[in-house]
C-alpha cells in the first residue's frame, strides 16, 4: 500500500491495482473510444479536451477503489506537486481534464490542471491492431506480457551499464571476486534450465570475461525455491526456469539479456536449511561486502513485495479497449507514463528494509525495477525509463552521499590526520542514523545486516576493535546516541545495553565528537563475545567498564504522548528533589526502579552569564550482580557543576 499526500496535508492511502488485468472506472472506461475517434477525425494536429474527476478527492478515492490508471495519475500528482502553491491549486481546482495532441510522429495525453501541465503519457498499440494502419505507433508484442520491460528498457540498461563500467572511474570494480556459489543462467535464446556452480570446484577465476549479477527482492511470506543440505547436489546437477518464483525468473531474464552469465540470489547462494547450515549462513554474510561490491549489477526488483509477484509484468502499460465506428473492428490501446521522477516508488518497500539498505550502498550499479518505471543509478549518474539524466537535485543529496560512501571510505588513510579519523566517526554515525530506521523480519540480524559495511570501516580505521555496532576509538562519545521516540527491546539477546543495536528505532541524533577534556568517564576496559563465524555479526555478550561520578535517583513516569520518564535526584531535605532529565527509555517503560545518573560527558552550553555546561547523563539499573549495571537511557542538559557535588567515584561495568 502506498501513500499519497493530499496537498491539504490529509494522507490519502492508495491501493496499487491488484490485478495484472487492471480495472478502469468509469471515467476511465471511454478513453480508448474517445481518444481512436479523436485520432481518426483529425485532419490536421489539434487538442481535444476530455472532462476527467472533478477534483483531486475524487480521483484519490478512484484509485482507491483499484483503478490502474487514476492510481497512476495519483501516483504522477505526487511527484510533480511535492507542496506549497502549486500543490495548494491542485487541491483546489474544480476540474482535471485530458488535452490529447495529436500529430504525425507521435500520439501523447497530456493530463493539464489549470494549465498545470501534470503529466504525459505515450499511446500506442500492437502491430496486428487496426489502429496500426491508421498510423498509431507501434507497441512490441513483448510490451504486453511478462517480459515487457525487458523488450522496451533493455538496450538502455546495456548502454548504461557499458558507459559505467567503461567511462566512470570511479565505478570501476578494483578487485575481482567469486562469491563462493553461483547460478549459471546460461545465455539468451538458450536452454531455460539454470544450474548451481561451486566456483571453488570450477575455472571461472581465469575467465577474464567473469562477471555476475546480483539481486535484491523481499523475501515475503511465501514459500519460495531454497537450498538446503539436502537440495544442494540437486541444484549443482541441474534448476529448472518452472521451478523459480516470478521474481527469480524476471531476475534470470535481465541478466541473461544483458549477457552476463551468473546470477548470485541469497536463498539459492547460501545453504538454508540442514545440518551445517548455519556456519555457511554466518560465513557466507561476512562476505555480503564483497559479494555486492564486486557484481557487475544489481538487480533491484522494487515492484514485487514477495517472490511469487515479480517485478516485469507489473510495469505493463494500462490497456483501453475500444471499438471503430464501423461497429466491426476492436482493439486495444496501451498508455504508459513518460514521467521523470518516481519518488514515490524511490523509497518503496524494498527501499524500507535493512539489508537491502546495505545492498543498494555496496553496489557499484543497480538496476531499480518499479512498478511503472526502471530506475538505474551508479556513483556517478542516475536516469529513468529512457535516456534521461537526472539532475543532482533530483537524485537527493542524501542518496548520493550513501551511493558514494564505499568510494570515500576507499580514500581514507589509517595513517591519515587525526581530523581525517574522526569524519570517519562521523560517517558511520549518519549511516547508523538511516540503518535503524530500517525494518528486519530477525531482529537477531540487526548487527549480520549491516556487516558488510561494517567490514568497510574495518579497513579505513586500521583495524579498529569492533562492538556491536560501536568502534573502539569512539568511546566514551558513542554511549551518547539516544531514541529519538520510544523504543523497544527484543527478548531474544542481540546487543549489549550500551550499544544502539539492543533496541529498534534508536536513533544516534545527539552523537557529537568530544575533544580532551569533555569526556567525563574513562573507558577501563570493553569486549564483546562474536557469535559465529561473522566478525561483525551476531554477539552473545559484551562488557564495558568504566570509572566515572554517579547520583542515586528515581524516576516517574510522566503523562505524556509519546511516553517519557523524569529523573529526579534526591538532595537535603531544604532543597529536596530536584530534576536532572526527560528521557524516553531504549526500551518499554515498566516498572520505575531506582536508578543511577553518571556523568558521561559536558561541553559549552552557549547561554551567557550562567555557569552551565550542557551535560550528556546516562540513565543506568543496576543488576542484581555488584557494580554491574544495565543502560536505561540517555539525556543532555545544561547542568552546573554543583549539581554534581555529591556524585560518587565508582568503577562499573555496563552489559
Known amino acids: 500500500m502506498k501513500t499519497i499526500n493530499d496537498p491539504s496535508g490529509i494522507a490519502l492511502r492508495v491501493n496499487p491495482p491488484s490485478s495484472l488485468s487492471p480495472k478502469l472506472c468509469q471515467l476511465c472506461r471511454p478513453l480508448g473510444d474517445w481518444f481512436v475517434s479523436n485520432w481518426i477525425s483529425a485532419a490536421e494536429p489539434r ?17 482507491s477503489g483499484s483503478c490502474h490508471f487514476c492510481y497512476q495519475l495519483a501516483l504522477e ?42 503529466c504525459v503519457l505515450n499511446v500506442n498499440v500492437m502491430p496486428d491492431d487496426p489502429m496500426a494502419q491508421h498510423g498509431m505507433p507501434i507497441l512490441s508484442k513483448q510490451d504486453s506480457i511478462s517480459d515487457a520491460v525487458l523488450a522496451s528498457t533493455i538496450t538502455h540498461v546495456r548502454k548504461w551499464l557499458t558507459d559505467c563500467s567503461t567511462t566512470h572511474a570511479e565505478c570501476r570494480i578494483k578487485s575481482k571476486f567469486v562469491p563462493t556459489r553461483l547460478i549459471d543462467v546460461g545465455s539468451l535464446g538458450g536452454s531455460d534450465d539454470l544450474r548451481l556452480l561451486d566456483t571453488r570446484q570450477s575455472r571461472i577465476i581465469s575467465d577474464a570475461d567473469f562477471k555476475y549479477a546480483t539481486l535484491s527482492h523481499c523475501w515475503g511470506e511465501t514459500k519460495h525455491i531454497a537450498t538446503t543440505i539436502d537440495t544442494l547436489e540437486h541444484h549443482k546437477a541441474g534448476i ?50 564483497s559479494i555486492y561490491s564486486g557484481g557487475a549489477i544489481n538487480i533491484a526488483a522494487d515492484a514485487a513485495e514477495d517472490g511469487d509477484q515479480g517485478f516485469l509484468s507489473k510495469k505493463t502499460p494500462s490497456s483501453f479497449p475500444y471499438t471503430l465506428s464501423n461497429g466491426k473492428s476492436n482493439g486495444m490501446l496501451y498508455m504508459k507514463t513518460s514521467s521523470r521522477k518516481r519518488w514515490t516508488e524511490y523509497n518503496g518497500n524494498l527501499r524500507r528494509r535493512a539489508w537491502v539498505f546495505q545492498e543498494y550502498i555496496l553496489s557499484v550499479c543497480s538496476i531499480r525495477y518499479n512498478t511503472y518505471s526502471t530506475m538505474w543509478e551508479c556513483r556517478c549518474r542516475s536516469h529513468y525509463d529512457s535516456d534521461v539524466l537526472l539532475e543532482e537535485n533530483q537524485f537527493r543529496q ?46 537477531t540480524d540487526i548487527l549480520p545486516a549491516l556487516s558488510g559495511l561494517a567490514s568497510l570501516f574495518h579497513t579505513a580505521t586500521g583495524g579498529d576493535q569492533y562492538l556491536a555496532g560501536i568502534w573502539r576509538r569512539d568511546l566514551p562519545a558513542a554511549l551518547q546516541w539516544l531514541t529519538e521516540t520510544p523504543a523497544w527491546r527484543s527478548k531474544t539477546y542481540h546487543a549489549p545495553t550500551w550499544s544502539w543495536a539492543a533496541c529498534r528505532k534508536s536513533c544516534p541524533a545527539t552523537y557529537r565528537m568530544l575533544t580532551p577534556g569533555q569526556s567525563k568517564v574513562k573507558v577501563l576496559d570493553v569486549g564483546v563475545t562474536v557469535d ?45 528533589r530536584r530534576s536532572i532529565s526527560r528521557i524516553y527509555y531504549d526500551g518499554e517503560i515498566g516498572a520505575m526502579p531506582p536508578v543511577w545518573c553518571l556523568r558521561l560527558c559536558v561541553w559549552p552550553s552557549g547561554m551567557q552569564g550562567e555557569d552551565l555546561l550542557t551535560t550528556g547523563v546516562l540513565v543506568l539499573e543496576e543488576d542484581k550482580r555488584e557494580n554491574v549495571f544495565r543502560r536505561l537511557g540517555y539525556e543532555y542538559r545544561p547542568m552546573s557543576d554543583s549539581d554534581w557535588d555529591e556524585a560518587t567515584k565508582k568503577i562499573m561495568i555496563l552489559k
Open 240 to 289: 529448472k526456469f518452472s521451478e523459480l518464483n516470478q521474481t527469480f525468473r524476471d531476475a534470470v531474464l535481465v541478466t541473461r539479456a544483458l549477457g552476463i552469465r551468473y546470477l548470485w540470489i541469497d536463498s539459492l547462494c547460501i545453504i538454508q536449511g540442514g545440518e551445517g547450515s548455519e556456519s555457511d549462513w554466518q560465513r557466507e554474510s561476512s562476505l555480503m561486502g
Open 77 to 118: 500528482a505526487e511527484d510533480r506537486f511535492m507542496g506549497g502553491t502549486l500543490a495548494y491549486k491542485i487541491k483546489n481546482e474544480k476540474s482535471t481534464a485530458f488535452i490529447v495532441e495529436v500529430d504525425s510522429d507521435s500520439a501523447k495525453v497530456f493530463v493539464r490542471c489549470d494549465n498545470l501541465e501534470w
Open 47 to 63: 487538442l481535444n479536451t476530455y472532462n476527467h474527476h472533478l477534483s483531486w478527492h475524487a480521483l484519490s478515492e478512484s484509485a
Open 398 to 443: 542524501d542518496n548520493r552521499a550513501l551511493k558514494n560512501l564505499p568510494l570515500e571510505l576507499s580514500t581514507v588513510s589509517p595513517s591519515s590526520p587525526a581530523s581525517n579519523n574522526s569524519n570517519v566517526m562521523t560517517l558511520w554515525w549518519n549511516l547508523v542514523n538511516e540503518y535503524s530506521k530500517k525494518e528486519l523480519t530477525k531482529e
Open 532 to 576: 559465529g563465524e561473522n566478525p561483525f555479526g551476531r554477539v552473545s555478550d559484551g562488557f564495558l567498564k568504566l570509572e566515572g561520578r554517579i547520583l542515586g535517583a528515581t524516576c516517574e513516569r510522566l503523562s505524556l504522548q509519546p511516553p517519557m520518564v523524569e529523573v529526579f535526584v534526591e538532595r537535603d531535605k531544604r532543597q529536596g
